[in-house]
């Protein structure tokens, strides 16, 4: 008994100065620079805070998966965590504008498009008791199959690797057939044949040694999709003063350096699939008209299911 309540005073003394502990879901694997951005971000937050905001990383889905992620931070079962932006079009066509084909397909477009739908993004977020903290671009979206590809016929029949639901409309109004697959599962699906070609970026194609399975990439730089890194609200405002601070400036840190890490692979990241015999192609005329056919069918529809606030994105950012 009296050892019992020695460790219980002990404990009560203690707890003030306990850390705070924060887990951090991330769908991306270790190998992902969106996720050594976060890592990073977590460990100049610990080192601002003096180790009392300790966040840890669980990366490649091992703690929620992709789809679970944002209402596991809603629900406060973790404070904080990353996903793909698009992923919520299903909410609001608001998320999804980064994911629409020929829409913003720079750098300087995809900061164009962030600016115009931060506010929107924001605004939704909130009622959900979500903030968030910064938002990173993937490099530009690219075609991965096994010979080379002419026009979009050539993409008719083909199981199509999608990642949200924009993909998988690109992938139906190709004439393929839309799979889901996650990132860290996309090695697998093609080596079983559930998958044949997909769009990604280079990096999520290098991290996937796509070598190992196709052929050859285009880069069509159909769109600039981003992730996004969420904090619960009321976590956030539980945390001192001090240490909000603290992961406010993290936040514009790593979103700064996200954006150049990002640039910086999508150079790399092509280079290392060329080293490795991928052949590398631009798209022909023909292809980029089927495309950029295809863009406008999403962007119509897209346009038909969008709230105002939503299509006021479009309207700031083409201004
Ligand atoms: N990689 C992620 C999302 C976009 C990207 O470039 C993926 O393929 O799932």
């Given at each position: 008994?009296?050892?019992?309540?020695?460790?219980?005073?002990?404990?009560?003394?203690?707890?003030?100065?306990?850390a705070?502990?924060?887990?951090?879901?991330?769908?991306?694997?270790d190998?992902?620079?969106?996720?050594?951005n976060?890592?990073?971000?977590a460990?100049?937050?610990?080192?601002?805070?003096?180790?009392?905001?300790?966040i840890t990383?669980?990366?490649?889905g091992?703690?929620?998966?992709?789809?679970?992620?944002?209402?596991a931070?809603?629900?406060?079962?973790v404070?904080?965590?990353?996903?793909?932006?698009?992923?919520?079009?299903?909410?609001?066509?608001?998320?999804?504008?980064?994911?629409q084909?020929?829409?913003?397909?720079?750098?300087?477009?995809?900061?164009?498009?962030w600016?115009?739908?931060?506010?929107?993004?924001?605004a939704?977020?909130?009622?959900?008791?979500?903030?968030?903290?910064f938002s990173?671009?993937?490099?530009?979206?690219?075609?991965?199959?096994?010979?080379?590809i002419?026009t979009?016929?050539?993409?008719?029949?083909?199981?199509?690797?999608?990642?949200?639901?924009?993909?998988?409309?690109?992938?139906t109004?190709?004439?393929?057939?839309p799979?889901?697959?996650?990132?860290?599962?996309?090695?697998?699906?093609?080596?079983?044949?559930?998958?044949?070609?997909?769009?990604?970026?280079?990096?999520t194609?290098?991290?996937?040694?796509?070598?190992d399975f196709?052929?050859h990439?285009?880069?069509?730089?159909?769109?600039?999709?981003?992730?996004?890194?969420?904090?619960?609200?009321?976590?956030?405002?539980?945390?001192?003063?001090?240490?909000?601070?603290?992961?406010?400036e993290?936040?514009?840190?790593?979103m700064?350096r996200?954006?150049?890490?990002?640039?910086?692979?999508?150079?790399?990241?092509?280079?290392?699939?060329a080293?490795?015999?991928?052949?590398?192609?631009?798209?022909?005329?023909?292809?980029?008209?089927?495309?950029?056919?295809?863009?406008?069918?999403?962007?119509?529809?897209?346009?038909?299911?969008?709230?105002?606030?939503?299509?006021?994105?479009?309207?700031?950012?083409?201004?």
């Open positions: 008994m009296k050892h019992v309540l020695v460790f219980a005073t002990a404990m009560a003394l203690a707890t003030p100065a306990l705070d502990k924060w887990d951090m879901p991330t769908p991306y694997g190998s992902t620079f969106h996720t050594q976060i890592s990073q971000f460990d100049e937050v610990r080192v601002a805070t003096n180790g009392d905001l300790d990383v669980h990366s490649a091992s703690l929620f998966p992709h789809a679970e992620i944002k209402n931070i809603r629900s406060a079962q404070p904080i965590g990353e996903f793909f932006l698009s992923r919520l079009s299903n909410e609001d066509a608001a998320f999804g504008i980064d994911s084909p020929f829409v913003a397909t720079s750098y300087e477009e995809a900061a164009k498009l600016d115009a739908q931060k506010p929107v993004v924001k939704l977020l909130a009622k959900q008791g979500l903030m968030p903290l990173v671009p993937w490099p530009a979206q690219g075609l991965y199959t096994k010979s080379e002419a979009v016929d050539q993409l008719n029949g083909l199981r199509f690797r999608a990642y949200n639901a924009a993909l998988e409309e690109f992938a109004l190709a004439g393929a057939a799979v889901q697959v996650a990132a860290p599962d996309i090695a697998q699906a093609f080596s079983t044949g559930q998958v044949q070609a997909m769009i990604t970026s280079p990096s194609g290098a991290n996937s040694s796509a070598w196709l052929s990439f285009s880069p069509i730089n159909a769109w600039v999709p981003k992730n996004i890194v969420v904090v619960n609200i009321a976590a956030f405002e539980a945390l001192s003063a001090g240490n909000q601070k603290a992961v406010k993290a936040a514009t840190k790593a700064a996200g954006w150049e890490m990002s640039a910086a692979e999508a150079e790399t990241k092509t280079a290392v699939m080293e490795h015999g991928m052949v590398i192609y631009q798209p022909s005329d023909a292809l980029k008209a089927g495309l950029s056919y295809i863009g406008a069918t999403m962007l119509e529809t897209w346009t038909a299911k969008a709230s105002d606030d939503a299509k006021s994105i479009l309207d700031a950012y083409n201004k």
